[in-house]
RNA sequence: GCCGAGGUAGCUCAGUGGUAGAGCGCGGCCCUGAAAAGGCCGGCGUGGGGGGUCCGAUUCCCUCCCUCGGCA
């Protein structure tokens, strides 16, 4: 039998022996698709990406999916298995990565989750509240009331049905409002009660995260060269070609497709398109930090600037057994 | 060289005789069916240099420097 992965028994764990799910993530450009790679030859893995975007079909550079090379070497599941002209959300995604998951485990294999979304990881790992899927009608009515009243006018209606979700929610954010009403003229309950109900991978599995860190600076500098060679390997082509399809509103959200739109619009050239796209993905990466600094599960790993996949895999490896 | 406009936050720029704001950037945070999205918070400043008037100047005056435009 190929080794498969031992964790270290805590007290509690040593009598159920939980099967284990292992989580590498980070900001983008931190290299976890290579690390990954090593990681999963190591202890017996295959990567589920755990990414928002590496979903869509026909999005690969501007997503900077893993290479033909990675891909090769180890099996990868959950990229480009959704058209672009498909909406794609949360919950799908935890549907098609348990699912997945239950696949990987029947052949033996530990399961690694690769990727920088941090909702989608915290959606596997605590779980959802299930419900009905959002509710169209509904939803399109609360934002057309948003817009005429205001989306104060929207967070005290909340405040009167579901105080604590209204006090969670900032009146500003007409995004979650919305969604709060919407969950409670379909199902008759406040979401924050729902919310409460949830179990996740942490509940029936030994979870292990690790997340990749690197000082601000470095990690920019990485984005900027990434970007650059996402632009020498096709990136204008491949984007060019999305325009022909009718892209999804969660597709057409990733970066790079507002800012080459502005450029064959006349508005910027090609260098601040491409400046533009940097910014953006430094913002980005920011969040995603914030995301995962709150969790207290993770366990930093810090990257040298120049430091071998290999090495750093070789280190998470070590922590591991 | 002359004339005109202007030098205020990292950038673009408001404004005021009582030591300054906005947008963007930057930083921090929130996040349960749009999450590469959306929202919240924070001014981060030798107000070009020097001098003068004034209780008090970033604001008024003088001078020097710099930038941009026009004329030479």
Not at 98 to 116: D, S
Not at 211 to 221: E, G, H, I, T, V
Not at 233 to 258: F, M, P
Request: hydrophobic share 40%; charged share 30%; proline share 4%.
């Amino acid at each position: 039998m190929r080794k498969s992965l031992r964790l270290k028994a805590t007290p509690q764990e040593s009598s159920h022996n939980k099967p284990s799910a292992v989580f590498l993530v980070g900001p983008t450009a931190t290299g976890k698709s290579r690390i990954a790679v090593f990681l999963a030859r190591k202890i017996g893995a295959e990567i589920i990406s755990c990414d928002s975007m590496q979903v869509y079909k026909q999005m690969s550079i501007i997503t900077s999916k893993p290479s033909a090379v990675l891909l090769k070497k180890v099996p990868h599941h959950l990229l480009g298995v959704v058209s672009a002209e498909q909406e794609y959300d949360v919950s799908r995604y935890r549907r098609q990565a348990l699912a997945t998951m239950r696949q990987i485990a029947e052949r033996g294999k530990v399961p690694l989750f690769v990727g920088g979304t941090g909702l989608y990881m915290s959606i596997l790992v605590d779980g959802i509240f299930k419900e009905k899927t959002p509710h169209p009608r509904t939803r399109a009515l609360l934002y057309k009331q948003a817009q005429q009243h205001g989306s104060g006018y929207l967070h005290a209606r909340l405040r009167k049905i579901d105080p604590e979700a209204a006090l969670k929610i900032h009146s500003h954010d007409t995004r979650r409002i919305v969604r709060a009403l919407e969950v409670f003229k379909t199902t008759g309950r406040p979401i924050s009660h729902l919310q409460k109900e949830r179990k996740g991978l942490a509940d029936t599995h030994a979870v292990k995260i690790f997340c990749l860190s690197m000082p601000k600076a470095d990690l920019d500098r990485r984005i900027d060269r990434r970007l650059d060679e996402m632009f020498r390997h096709g990136l204008v082509d491949e984007v060019r070609a999305l325009r022909r399809l009718r892209l999804s509103r969660t597709a057409a959200y990733a970066i790079g497709l507002k800012e080459l739109q502005g450029y064959w619009e006349g508005a910027c050239s090609l260098d601040e398109a491409k400046a533009l796209m940097k910014r953006a993905t430094h913002q980005y990466a920011r969040r995603q930090l914030t995301w995962f600094r709150k969790d207290k599960r993770i366990q930093w790993i810090a990257v040298g600037s120049a430091e071998p996949p290999r090495q750093v895999a070789d280190r998470i490896w070590k922590k591991l057994s």
